[in-house]
């Protein structure tokens, strides 16, 4: 095994609407936008926004967004 040898991810998975809002939210949507685009209530994408920092053990939202992109975990 090489230097660069795939590393298992440290993160607990994240599911599918918590990228979903991620992705929507690294794009520059805000939650009220991103809530009628998925088609669900903002204080859900809040939720998902939440659950998905406290799995990466991000301080904010545009950290979890950096750590999500670095560690390729929004990549459909």
Avoid: W, Y
């Amino acid at each position: 095994m090489g230097a660069f040898a795939r590393i298992e991810s440290a993160f607990e998975p994240l599911t599918q609407r918590e990228c979903e809002c991620l992705i929507e939210l690294a794009s520059g949507e805000r939650p009220q936008r991103i809530a009628s685009t998925l088609g669900i209530a903002p204080i859900t994408v809040e939720f998902h926004i939440r659950n998905a920092r406290r799995k990466l053990g991000a301080k904010t939202r545009e950290h979890a967004i950096a750590i999500a992109l670095t560690n390729n975990l929004l990549a459909s």
